[in-house]
Structure formats: C-alpha cells, structure tokens
C-alpha cells in the first residue's frame, strides 16, 4: 500500500514493514496480530450521559448526513451553505430522538474562511447538541482541535479522554492502495488520544476498484487492515470500526450509483468480514437521486436494509443524505428519520408471553368483535416505539380537501415546526466560556 506520511512510514518500517519509496509491503502474520488488538466494543462518551453510544456487539447507531458541499430544502433550493444554516440543521438532529450521533458536520459553512471554520463547526455541535458526535480527520491540526474542544465540552483532559473516548472520525483512504498524508496525520493524532477511528475505503466498483463485488471487496479489505495495523501501531488498543463503502457506478456513464442490489450485497459481505476480525462494522445509508423522490426512498430503504441486515453496528449518513453526498436535505432528514424508526422498531426483540399474546383481549373480544379499543391493543399504542413523522394514514377523501400534501412538503412542515420548538440543551456558562476563548486563540493561530 502506499503511505505517502512519512511519520506513518517510520512506525511501520519501525515494526517490520518492507518499505520501497511510499510503497510499503505488510506481513500476513504482523497485521492478523495487530488487528486483534483492537477492541470488539466500546463506549463513545455524549455531554448527555443517557446519549452515550455503544459501538459493537449486537448494538446499532444512526448518525446524521455528514460532509456534503451543499444544503437543500423544498423553500430555498440547493446552495451552499452557511454556518447559520449549519446551527438549523444541527438543532432538527437534537430534536430527532432515532438519531444518535451527529455525522462530522451536516455541509460545510461556505461563508467561514476554510482554514478555521472546523472550530466553528465543533463549537456549534457542542452548543447545540448534547448528544454524541464526529471529529475531523483531515490533518493534525483539525483533529487535536476537535480532541481539544470535546475534552473542555466534557470537562476532562486528553488523559480523562483516553480513558473514556468521546469521538470517532471517519477515516478513507484513498482507492486503489493509498493512504494520503492528511488522513494519516489525522489518524495517529486521533489514535494517540485514544479516540475511535472508522476506516473507510472508497471502493466504487468499475472505477477505483474491479468490477467485480468479489474483488472490490478484497481491495476493501486490504485497505482496512492495513490502516488498522498502522493504529494499532499508534496505540495498542486504540478502538477502530471496519468501515464499508463498497459500491459500484453506472456503468454507461460513470457515476457513482448508491442503494443498488451491489451496494446492499456488500454491506452484508462487509459485515460478515467485520465479524471475522472481531471489529465493530460501519455501513451507510446512501441515494444517488438529485431530490426528495420515489429513487431517492427506494435507494435509501435498499441501503438501510442492507446495512442492517449485514449487523452494521453504525449506519452512517443514515439520515438527510442527497445526490450521492454532494448535498444534505432538510427533507431527507426527517423522512430518513421516519424510515429509522421503522427499521428501529424491526431491529427490537420479539418477547412471547402471555401478556405480549394478548389472550385476555382475545377471549373477551370473542368472535366477531374487534380489537381497536380493547386494553392490548391501547397498551400496545400507548408503549409502540415507532411513532410516524412523515405518513399520512388519512383515507382519499380527507386527504384531498387538506390539500393533497405530499411527503416531500409534510417533511418540510414537519423540520420548519421541529426548528421553531426547539431549544439548545443546557451546556455550563464556565464550559461555554472556556470554549469561546479557545476558538479565539485558535483562530488567531491559524490566520
């Protein structure tokens, strides 16, 4: 693989590793050693402690749209965004309970200078949430800031972090073999702390990867061992998730195509590979579509299928995604929200007893009663996980004279409403000043 950091090159040439210009050789038996290394769970810390996430074992996480360029809603179009509509997005996430972890940043603020808008993003994320959420990875810099500000948000110190993680950062090599040199500064600052890293390749088959499932596959995995060798070579037991993004592109045009049968097989395949290295397993939930429509929901439910059917511990993007991750949607968001809880609710155990059977109510119902109002069924309603955002369950008639409102405009009425009735969870005055001063200090370093 090539390793274009030579900070990582060393630790490898340092544990063995054939090193020939960038390109270095790994043996087989050096990373099985070191990938077992890595924890098979583990505990990422929320400001809220009952929003702790656990990563691994038979738990499952949902996080927001992380990374976009580009910000859409049904009012005021596709455009890029601002730090103003960035603090919107993350609000409708705090209020959004099926939503567990807020992705890294919903778009970028295109109207914060580029260098510092990071620290303006993780200041948000603190003010406006309390619940847990990604850092940056790209370079040294961005990623001890962002370990920084969550140790001050959590009143804690780098070793208290160490101890007790609080991020994971997404982490993607560059396909086919590549590791570049922000990505790798950003992992070994993330892995010296002791922070989770999620390695990703971008494997789309028919471009950076063979055409094949079976041999993008192959190139996924050499990609995430290898990386993950080199964090467990930063810190011995540092927490790594085996990331899938394997995918395939159309094959007429080239771009990428996302919810396809090929996306949702790989995500199955991905997490049995997880499982055979005792790794927590990350999938997504992806659409190609250029809007809020019937491709964009299939692609979506196609996806959630697959990465929930393949064990994925956490489901990326899992809510608001658009136009293959060039855009996050308002809209998106909230029917993504709706689909989670459908899938949340499958993903609940099945308890038969007695009382889950109903046999009370069947017996006192008796032929040719029915079951709307009888005590199982109101417990049933009163304690249902599911609770519906964006369906209407009106017949023809009623839905007509309210005007004939689609999903795509009830989402938008639903986030509109959801923004209006929100309010920042309490974050300490002491916490929220010391915050404060260290973006300024920051901010004039980097200017």
């Given at each position: 693989?090539r390793?274009?950091?030579p900070a ?8 063995g ?8 050789r ?6 099985e050693t070191m990938?077992?290394l890595a924890p098979?769970?583990?505990?990422l810390?929320?400001?809220?402690p009952?929003?702790d996430?656990t990563?691994?074992g038979?738990?499952?996480a949902f996080?927001?749209?992380?990374g976009?360029a ?11 965004g ?10 409708v996430?705090?209020?959004?309970g ?23 993003l993780?200041?948000s994320?603190?003010r406006q949430l309390?619940?847990n959420?990604q ?8 990623a001890?800031?962002c ?5 001050l ?13 609080a991020?994971m950062?997404?982490?993607?090599t560059?396909?086919p ?11 070994i600052e993330l892995?010296?702390?002791g ?8 494997t789309l088959?028919?471009a950076m990867?063979p055409?094949?499932l079976?041999g993008?596959?192959v190139?996924?995995n ?6 993950t060798?080199?964090?467990?070579l ?9 990331g ?21 097989k790989?995500a ?6 997880a499982?055979?290295?005792?790794l927590?397993?990350r999938s997504?939930n ?8 019937a ?10 299928w697959?990465a ?18 060039l855009?996050?949607?308002f809209e998106?968001l909230?029917?993504d ?6 899938m ?10 007695d ?19 009888s005590?199982?069924?109101m ?12 369906s ?9 004279q309210?005007g ?14 959801l ?5 920042p969870?309490?974050l300490?005055?002491?916490i ?11 901010k004039?370093?980097?200017?």
């Open positions: 693989m390793v274009l950091a990582a090159r060393r630790l490898l040439s340092q544990a590793c054939a090193i020939d210009d960038t390109i270095v790994f043996d087989p038996q050096m990373v990938v077992a098979s769970e583990f505990t810390r929320a400001r809220n009952a929003h996430l990563i691994g038979n738990h499952v996080t927001s749209v992380g976009p580009f910000v859409n809603d049904l009012e005021r179009g596709r455009r890029p601002t730090h103003a509509e960035q603090e919107e997005y993350l609000r996430i705090q209020s959004l099926v939503i567990h972890q807020e992705g890294g940043g919903p778009f970028e603020a295109m109207d914060l200078p580029p260098e510092t808008r990071h620290l303006d993780c200041q994320l603190i309390d619940k959420w850092g940056i990875a790209l370079g040294r810099d961005r001890a800031d370990i920084d500000m969550v140790a948000a959590l009143g804690t110190d780098r070793d208290g972090l160490r101890e007790r993680p991020l950062t997404i982490v993607n560059n396909t073999l590549t590791l570049d040199v922000p990505m790798a500064d950003g992992l892995a010296t702390a922070q989770a890293v999620c390695v990703t390749p971008f088959a028919g990867a055409a094949t079976a993008a596959l190139l996924q050499a990609e995430v061992l290898a990386v060798t080199l964090i467990q930063v810190r011995s037991g540092a927490p790594v998730v085996y899938s993004f394997t995918s395939n592109v159309d094959m007429r045009s080239g771009s990428p195509a996302f919810g396809t049968p090929e996306y949702t790989a199955q395949a991905s997490g049995q590979l499982r055979r290295y005792n927590p397993f997504s992806t659409t190609a579509s250029n809007t809020v429509d491709q964009a929901a299939y692609e979506s439910a196609m996806s959630l697959g929930v059917m393949g064990g994925a511990n956490i489901v990326n993007h899992a809510a608001g995604w658009l136009e293959g991750g855009t996050a949607s998106k909230i029917i929200a709706e689909m989670l809880q459908m949340a609710e499958y993903l609940q155990p099945i308890v038969v007893d009382d889950s059977l109903g046999l009370e109510a069947i017996a006192a119902v008796g032929h040719g009663g029915h079951f709307f109002g005590p199982h069924t417990q049933r309603y009163e304690t249902a996980f599911y609770a519906p955002l964006v209407d369950w009106r017949n023809f008639e009623t839905w007509s309210d004939a409102v689609d999903a795509y405009e009830r989402a938008h009425t639903i986030w509109r409403q923004l209006e009735q929100s309010e969870p309490p300490d005055a002491t929220d000043e010391a915050i404060a001063e260290f973006v300024a200090h920051r004039e370093q980097l200017r």
